[in-house]
């Protein structure tokens, strides 16, 4: 490692290094495996199940998850909310992240991945909300990729194409704001064609707004819970402006995290009540409906109000951490859990040993490459030719 | 700056609001004029799979595990799958078993069409839903869409997979054939024909029998309205057919979605841009006010200064006059007391 922030680079073989070594490994065997022998091979997908764990917790989890770099980049430099500066980089590099390796395990899922480019370069098929879905996040990962650019040209000594790039911010910020809402509120959408198949306490012609609210409270909390996990790891690569403001910014989204909790309750009940549903919630689904509204929504909102008032930032962070389980929960019930409620248990799906292992070799990946990139760039320091300079 | 960001908020705008056919759902579409169809008739169906076996030697897809004499498979409840494009089911019920035969319905406005995001799929003006693998990326979408659950997949193919579903027999159709299981139904319990004919055809069978039938034509206006249509002796839930799904079709169902495309494209920017404006210009006014605060206190404290200086001064001024006027006397009296001396001692000496 040639940072000199970093302490005394000991033996390669940590133990992180060997059980990330080894989930790479399985990941490429089955890699493999998918390519040659086909989707039914290593999925559990059938007729019925077109889409999967890949689908449920790759893409809609992922993007969901990655939603932190459009809102630290608003909170930022668009309300121009000055103290969350120091937050800007780590989540806007991992929404780059998040969005490419969302893309790269669509690779594994598409039966013809090649062909990924066609609905946007061959035929389009302006119908479709998955043509929306997919033309945004093509536009938001070239947008998240220049916006992540000015620490890869400081890390590179490229001071001119760095300030060419950083006069761009405001403009980026603003497309990339646009181009969240919209595939961010499109990935609800896209269930919003299949009434006869989803859950009525799920379904919801309100559910792009309930994506697009609930993406929020991902990416504020996502922003406390990987800046925390980071402040363990990464400690050392951090610099005195960036510890200065940490607390600020976890009292600051934690706020945020707790008003949108709040409003998206509301909204959901309004959709309940718009749709009159209530008469579900005494069935076994309403039970689980209640436990994803009360113990990962309303739960994790008011523990937010309470550790903000009190100033208790480990409050906040267990706070985060629920709302990040809550909103996985969320988009597994969308597309696993309530999707084919009406066919019998025999019929419905459940992921196999090998899917699994394809989403965390995902995730373990996606921890590679941070560490790498927050071990060498200038993200949790400001570079010393440019300090100050934001 | 200013300009140049509403130029672009005009631009975003511009587009959002060009792209055609983006909200385009019909208010009451009917299908395609004199577009075609097929009925099928629950009561007339005796379960002898001829129509399996006519759709699997047309369609040249791969022999079945069993023989289509073999009625037994009639035991377990199957769905369209890659291998097979339409299926008939055993129900049991009161008066006896009856069977039905499901396969794609050829929406008029197809659920698959709407969602597919390369146009993999076409509705023709013949009525029949067709599938184009030269396009499909694989991403299934279509098969999520489909109220009826029928199209199927090939997942066992690693590189080349395709959408498998009925098409009506589109090919057969253009050379002026009837569809594969349509010809081979011994039981006329198949009718292909003009849709408006065939729905006509339909209720004269209803009115005509009451008693055999119930009185709901399947496909005539679920989802928007299928090209296949259904009689039944009974409830159409017992024969495994959902009567949940709605009148509306798939394109209104996602319409709203989309038609928030544009404004949120029109919108945000300009929303965004306002709340930038607001902030910077909050920003400013703060820098300015910190600015004048600043610039008050040192006009304040300079005053301050100058006040105390001045007062100085002049007390200085006071003191220094009181000095030299002491100095002055002194120096008076010096001069004068020598002289007083001198003149005493002249005085004395004189004396």
Known sequence: MSNPGNPGSKSNLTAFNVIAGAIIVMGLVITVLRFTKGLGAVTNLDDNNPWGLWIGFDLLCGVALAAGGYTTSAACYIFGLKRFHSAVRPAILTAFLGYALVVFALQYDLGRPWRLPYPIFVQQGTTSLLFEVGLCVMLYLTVLFIEFTPAMFEWLGMKKIRSVVVKLTLALTIFGVVLSTLHQSSLGALYTIAPSKLHPLWYSTYLPVFFFVSSIAAGLSMVIFEGTLSHKKLHHMMDEEYLKHHDGVVLGFGKAASLVLFGYFAIKMIGLAYGNNWHYLASGYGLWFMVEMLGFVALPCFLYAVGVREKNLGLIKKAAIITVLGIVLNRFNVSLVAFNYHLPSSERYFPTMMEIGISVFVVTLGVVIFRFITTRMPIFHEHPDYKGEH | ?351
């Open chain 2, 1 to 351: 700056m200013l300009r140049r960001t509403f130029l672009g908020m005009l631009g975003t705008t511009c587009v959002g609001a060009s792209i055609p056919g983006i909200a385009s759902a019909s208010k009451d579409f009917k299908g395609h004029p004199g577009s075609n169809g097929v009925l099928f008739d629950a009561t007339r169906c005796i379960g002898c799979r001829k129509c399996e076996e006519a759709c699997n030697k047309v369609n040249d897809l791969p022999a079945p595990d069993k023989k289509y004499d073999d009625l037994s498979v009639l035991d377990t409840k199957r769905r369209t799958d890659a291998k097979t494009l339409t299926v008939v089911n055993k129900y049991k019920a009161d008066k006896g078993p009856l069977f039905r035969k499901s396969q794609c319905n050829h929406c008029l406005e197809p659920a698959c069409a709407s969602a597919c995001f390369v146009k993999a799929f076409k509705k023709l003006p013949n009525g029949a839903v067709v599938y184009d693998e030269t396009v499909c990326v694989g991403c299934r979408y279509c098969m999520v869409a489909c109220p009826f659950s029928i199209p199927a997949y090939e997942y066992d193919e690693p590189l080349t997979p395709r959408v498998m579903k009925c098409t009506m027999c589109a090919p057969r159709l253009a050379e002026g054939k009837l569809p594969g299981c349509v010809e081979s139904c011994p039981k006329e319990a198949l009718v292909y024909g003009e849709r408006d004919e065939l729905i006509k055809i339909a209720r004269n069978r209803i009115e005509r029998n009451p008693d055999r039938y119930v009185d709901h034509l399947y496909g005539e206006k679920e989802m928007g309205g299928t090209s296949w249509l259904y009689l039944s002796g009974v409830p159409f839930t017992e024969i495994g057919m959902r009567e949940d799904l709605g009148t509306k079709s798939a394109p209104e169902l996602t319409a709203g979605a989309l038609a928030s495309v544009p404004m949120v494209a029109g919108l945000w920017p300009v929303l965004l841009g306002g709340i930038y404006a607001i902030s910077k210009r909050k920003d400013k006014v703060a820098a300015e006010e910190k600015k004048d605060a600043v610039a008050n206190a040192i006009a304040k404290a300079s005053e301050q200064a100058e006040k105390t200086l001045s007062e100085a001064l002049s007390k200085a001024d006071v003191a220094n006059k009181r000095q030299i006027e002491v100095e002055v006397k002194k120096a008076v009296e010096e001069a004068l007391t020598p002289k007083e001396e001198e003149s005493d001692e002249n005085s004395e000496g004189e004396s």
